[in-house]
């Protein structure tokens, strides 16, 4: 059975930074993409970034230069770096897993789903 396992969130003040990990377990990972989405309440879920099974990443513009998506294929864990958090940032952040190389930006493309982890940013 396909796990994936987020951790690191939690409250930070702004312009401060976090790591969240994403361990999968149950299947290897080490070459496929995996993807961050985040939903804030009231709100839809939406795109963060992703990487690919060959390293491309993607991000969505209100994060670029901010977040750094990485990968460690040995570990089959993902990471996101966020740096520079501002309020608008606070959300429940998902890792994703897809069973195919390519990256994607829509949710309906991916696979596999974390249980999510709060990550809350003070003004």
């Known amino acids: 059975q396909v796990q994936l396992v987020e951790s690191g969130g939690g409250l930070v003040q702004a312009g401060g930074s976090l790591r969240l990990s994403c361990a999968a377990s149950?299947?290897?990972?080490?070459?496929?993409?995996m993807g961050w989405f985040r939903q804030a309440p009231g709100k839809e879920r939406e795109f963060v970034a992703a990487?690919?099974?060959?390293?491309?990443?993607g991000y969505a513009d209100s994060v670029k230069g901010r977040f750094t998506i990485t990968r460690d294929s040995v570990k089959s864990t993902v990471y996101l770096q966020m740096n520079s958090l501002k309020p608008e940032d606070t959300a429940v952040y998902y890792c994703?897993?897809?069973?195919?190389?390519?990256?994607?930006?829509?949710?309906?493309?991916?696979?596999?789903w974390g249980q999510g982890t709060q990550v809350t940013v003070s003004s």
């Open positions: 990487i690919s099974g060959y390293g491309t990443t």
């Open positions: 149950g299947r290897t990972f080490s070459y496929n993409a």
């Open positions: 994703a897993g897809r069973t195919v190389f390519s990256l994607a930006r829509s949710g309906g493309e991916y696979d596999y």
